[in-house]
């Protein structure tokens, strides 16, 4: 691991939204709660239930909206810059939030697998292709800003 | 977790975190990170610290906690009274 090639300060990080430790913290985990109460909420909904599609609606517009500014925060910047703008702290920071994204992306699609199939006869639902659909969503937005948010959850507030 | 005295030693030379920072080639928060013990360095930036601030790497670096500033004032006035005694 060498430092040698690091410049800070490099302006492209300008180019996205900074958040502080807390704020970011906060943000994705509303954004990820957001995300899995919409696809748990939407397993279950009927075309009846208006309050509970007004809430699903909701869950989805704070989720997707969440999961959009995190991608543009400077943790994503961390995330997925070029090594030789990063340090060795950044860079180990950064190892060790992707491994445990891979480990989230492991056991989501585990849960995928196993666990709307047990939802689905606990609840008595069909897996159609459009709760398929939606657990594709949750999985791709989820994952997307999973090692931005670990970075965030590791990163320290100093008052 | 491996101690360090940089706060002491950037503080005692006038050196800001950003300065330091670019001195070494990283991050200013990487010296945030450094100076309150949360992230141990590789032997590149230990060695890289302690050539900007001319001291040993074991005199920046430690296993053990360093003492106190305090302890350490005291027992080199007590050694230099001892000095002093002995004269």
Redo the contacts between chains.
């Keep these: 691991m060498t430092t040698d090639t690091h410049e800070p300060n490099k302006p492209s990080r300008f180019k996205y939204i900074l958040l502080k430790p807390r704020s970011a913290k906060a943000l994705s985990a509303v954004s990820i709660a957001a995300m899995w109460l919409w696809f748990l909420l939407k397993l279950h909904l009927t075309d009846e239930q208006t309050g509970v599609q007004a809430l699903v609606g909701l869950c989805a517009l704070i989720g997707l909206i969440g999961c959009i500014v995190m991608f543009l925060c400077t943790y994503n910047f961390v995330a997925n810059a070029p090594a030789s703008q990063l340090d060795e702290r950044e860079l180990a920071d950064r190892n060790a939030a992707y491994f445990k994204a891979y480990q989230y992306a492991v056991i989501l699609l585990l849960v995928g697998y196993l666990g709307t199939d047990f939802l689905a006869r606990l609840f008595d639902f069909q897996v159609t292709p459009s709760v398929t659909q939606n657990f594709f969503l949750l999985g791709f937005m989820t994952v997307l800003i999973t090692p931005a948010t670990i970075l965030a959850w590791r990163d320290e507030d100093l008052g | 977790m491996v101690a360090n005295q940089i706060a002491v030693f950037r503080t005692e030379r006038g050196i800001s975190r950003k300065d330091l ?2 001195l ?7 010296i ?2 450094l100076e ?1 013990g ?2 141990s ?2 032997v ?2 230990a060695l ?1 610290l302690a050539d900007v601030f001319r001291v040993p790497v074991e005199a920046l670096f430690s296993l053990q906690p360093f003492p106190a500033l305090a302890d350490q004032l005291s027992a080199a006035q007590s050694n230099a009274r001892g000095v002093s005694h002995d004269d």
């Design positions: 920072a670019a070494v080639s990283v991050n200013p928060q990487t945030g990170f309150r949360t992230y360095p590789s590149e930036l890289k």
